[in-house]
């Protein structure tokens, strides 16, 4: 193999990658397949179900044409078996002593691939064409629907609600990667793939989350992650199989609203149902890496959520300087806080990002905040956890003690 034929090689598998996985670039610039033959596919908004009648037919068939188009543009321009010279004797690799079976058996292996390729842009048409007959009546889509339909053989006015349903503005629809997405209309939850799409309905459908799974976005920051959820839908209607949604875990709370049925967590499954929660989170990790505050104990709750402890308290040890080292202004720069704890970290968390601007979520936690009582200028390396100090600690021992005492009286 010379480099021009191991360079065309590289080539053509990119482009099969890209008109079979296309990047959003080419997804913007309209290369697709969708895209370059949106006059024969029509309107998905029109008719739904056609649409993707259409459209995984036509998958199929440009898919089935990659491997015969590389044998026919790799015979026209190289033709590297149409005449072998024999090797001689001096040209023999010694740590390959077989040569002429080598090339024999890469010989057969290449025409038989030939030939299914062959066999592959003749079959795929057929099949497309027996899916069409009928109104499309044995296409794949087509079967599934005749499973919710009320009259038996007929997928005709499943089909026609369907698509009034996604006419409709309240619709949930969301890519998932570039070759599948999810819709969810009032009565449906759609998954559209390259070659097929399942339908569920959701009066007989039940939803739970199968994993969670969190990647580090940064190696250079541990809080820097994204999360990514499966949700197993399971139609309750006989014949009708399983299907999985994998979305972003920002994307759930979106999804939950839509849909009419609960979507059940596992308890051993925790993530973040939205920004906030993510932030809470970071926000923990970082109030955690902050010098602890001394503080006496205290028996009272708190004053967000009346329900945990008082854990944190807000008192100024940052330095007032910017990223660049430039000082801060007078009214940029963190002030003391005199209150007392009132809050726990996760209320004050919340507070925190519910004071910030919704453009600029990246930079949250590098932004300022105000006490929610005196409104003393705060950022997150000002928040302290606070431990009980050595006099609190004796008394509350002691009094303990004497209560024991008292009870053996």
């Known amino acids: 193999m010379d480099e021009s034929e191991l360079l065309f090689n590289l080539f053509y598998f990119l482009l099969c990658m890209v008109i079979i996985y296309p990047p959003e670039e080419f997804q913007r610039l309209g290369f697709t397949i969708e895209q370059l033959f949106a006059r024969f596919l029509g309107e998905e908004y029109l008719d739904f179900v056609g649409y993707h009648q259409r459209r995984t037919?036509?998958?199929?068939?440009?898919?089935?044409?990659?491997?015969?188009?590389?044998?026919?543009?790799?015979?026209?321009?190289?033709?590297?078996?149409?005449?072998?010279?024999?090797?001689?004797?001096?040209?023999?690799?010694?740590?390959?002593?077989?040569?002429?079976?080598?090339?024999?058996?890469?010989?057969?292996?290449?025409?038989?691939?030939?030939?299914?390729?062959?066999?592959?842009?003749?079959?795929?048409?057929?099949?497309?064409?027996?899916?069409?007959?009928?109104?499309?009546?044995?296409?794949?889509?087509?079967?599934?629907?005749?499973?919710?339909?009320?009259?038996?053989?007929?997928?005709?006015?499943?089909?026609?609600?369907?698509?009034?349903?996604?006419?409709?503005?309240?619709?949930?629809?969301?890519?998932?990667?570039?070759?599948?997405?999810?819709?969810?209309?009032?009565?449906?939850?759609?998954?559209?793939?390259?070659?097929?799409?399942?339908?569920?309905?959701?009066?007989?459908?039940?939803?739970?989350?199968a994993k969670a799974e969190t990647y580090n976005i940064s190696h250079q920051d541990q809080n820097d992650t994204l999360q990514m959820i499966s949700i197993i839908v399971r139609p309750m209607r006989q014949g009708v199989s399983d299907f999985h949604i994998r979305i972003n875990a920002l994307e759930f709370r979106n999804l939950e609203n839509r849909v009419r049925r609960p979507i059940a967590i596992p308890s051993n499954i925790q993530f973040h149902r939205n920004v906030i929660d993510r932030f809470v989170d970071v926000f923990k990790a970082q109030v955690a890496l902050n010098p602890i505050f001394p503080e006496d104990a205290t028996t009272e709750k708190c004053f967000a959520c009346m329900l945990n402890e008082p854990n944190t308290k807000i008192h100024k040890q940052c330095a007032d300087f910017d990223r660049n080292g430039a000082p801060l202004a007078d009214g940029a720069c963190c002030s003391n806080c005199y209150c007392r704890p009132m809050w726990c970290v996760e209320c004050l968390a919340r507070w925190f990002a519910a004071r910030q601007s919704d453009v600029d979520r990246e930079v949250w936690l590098e932004q300022k905040c105000t006490c929610p009582m005196c409104r003393a200028r705060f950022c997150v390396l000002d928040v302290s956890y606070i431990t009980p100090t050595v006099d609190a600690t004796n008394n509350t021992q002691s009094q303990g003690t004497g209560e024991d005492a008292d009870d053996t009286t």
């Open 57 to 209: 037919s036509l998958n199929l068939f440009v898919h089935s044409c990659l491997p015969f188009s590389y044998f026919l543009i790799h015979r026209l321009k190289f033709s590297v078996f149409a005449t072998q010279e024999p090797l001689e004797d001096s040209d023999l690799d010694p740590d390959f002593p077989m040569p002429q079976e080598a090339v024999a058996f890469k010989t057969l292996t290449w025409k038989t691939a030939q030939r299914f390729s062959v066999l592959a842009v003749l079959a795929m048409p057929a099949l497309i064409f027996n899916w069409h007959q009928q109104n499309w009546r044995r296409h794949p889509i087509s079967k599934a629907l005749t499973k919710y339909s009320i009259t038996p053989g007929s997928y005709s006015a499943v089909a026609s609600e369907i698509g009034t349903e996604f006419r409709r503005p309240e619709i949930y629809k969301k890519k998932l990667n570039s070759i599948s997405s999810v819709i969810a209309t009032q009565n449906w939850i759609i998954k559209t793939t390259m070659y097929n799409v399942h339908f569920a309905h959701q009066s007989n459908t039940s939803l739970s989350v």
